[in-house]
């Protein structure tokens, strides 16, 4: 079993690793802006959408580059995703009641009120419903990255109050993905990914069963998931269920942690910033101040730097006002409002959801879904930075 001093040290190496990777996301996010809007803008866009066919045996597909990395690698990100919730779930904070209460019901709140303020936009005549979920969700790369700069020496509490809280909130979104994101499903491929995932499942009695094994099925789950019409990141989740957590022999390390440590570098230092240089850039020609005005980037915008602070630290306040959850421990409320303003860098898992909840065919609503989500998160770190900044100031001086 994980002893609570490895369990520990595997949060740590997490974190270190996602903070870490929060400053070549925001160069590749950047580069990406520029380029779009650069006299190297017509080879940016043809690079993402440029088509590439792939072939193996039966399997035959042809998409763009984009398409390849949200549906491919992105495939991995979720896998790993799913590797965190169980690992949180069964030795994390996520085991632990007393302390799962607060930044559950905090990531319930930072789902609600976001998706609240979009709806309240686009509600009516001329708004686009549908794009809801897209602000509901936070990017732990950059949180975390954010956090790290703006307190370094504020309490490790709340460092661990915000990875909670984002992969409660990664539970959350995946569960939209698979609830308002899957339709025209293909049974037989879905029943063909479903015995994928079986066999993965029956792999985790043989405790010494190949590492590559448990490769080749979920590349089978994901070739068949991807096929079915079912979005691939629920293959990626799904599959990171099925792997053990206990150690192969006494001592060593467990298949559930070999695989987190492993894979996490890729994850965070080639796959998000990918997506995030392929989904984040888009042209301002043609756009205007009052474009960020419309419905969807203004609702998707406010719905990250105003709905996520307001449902946070909101419900969070009532937790704790109730006495049904606790300060995380040394923090004081204006830290805690400082991370619940982090919690509005919605970012690459934004950029994701929001690229599922509308054509991707068409052109403006895409663009509009960037513009809103950069300008909401870009809101989100300069004012949550600044109060995390100006708090750790004043811990200095007492």
Known sequence: MLTGAMARRLTLDFLKTETA?????????????????????????????????????????????????????????????????????????????????????????????????????????????????TPTATDIAFALAALAVAGPRLPPSLRIFLLTLAIADDLGAVALIAILFTSDVNMYALGGAAASIGLMALMSQWKSAPYLFYAACFALAWAFCLKSGVNTSL???????????????????GPLKHFMESLHPYVAYLILPL??????????????????????????????????????????????????????????????????????IGFTMSLFIGGLAFDPNDTLAQTEVRMGVIVGSLLSTLMGMAVLGYAQRIRGDD
């Open 21 to 133: 990777s929060g400053v070549i996301l925001t160069s590749a996010a950047l580069l990406a802006v520029v380029l779009a809007n650069s006299p190297w803008a017509e080879h940016y866009f043809a690079f993402i959408k440029h088509e590439i066919p792939i072939q193996i045996g039966a399997f035959q597909e042809t998409k763009p580059v984009y398409r390849w990395i949200k549906e491919g690698l992105m495939a991995i990100f979720f896998f790993v995703v799913g590797l965190e919730i169980k690992h949180e779930i069964l030795r994390g904070e996520l085991s632990n009641p007393r302390r799962l209460a607060l930044p559950v019901l905090a990531a319930v709140g930072g789902m609600a009120a976001p998706a609240a303020v979009y709806l309240l936009i686009n509600g009516g005549v001329g708004g686009a419903p549908q794009g809801w979920p």
């Open 235 to 253: 293959a990626g989740v799904a599959a990171a269920m099925t792997v053990p957590i206990d150690p192969r022999k006494p001592g060593h390390e």
């Open 275 to 344: 997506f995030a240089f392929a989904a984040a850039g888009f042209s301002f020609a043609g756009l205007s101040f009052s474009a960020l005005l419309s419905p969807i980037p203004l609702g998707i915008a406010l719905g990250l730097f105003v709905g996520k602070q307001v449902g946070v630290f909101g419900l969070s306040a009532l937790a704790i006002g109730l006495k049904l959850a606790r300060r995380p421990t040394g923090a004081k409320w204006l830290e805690l409002y400082g991370v619940s303003l982090l919690c509005g």
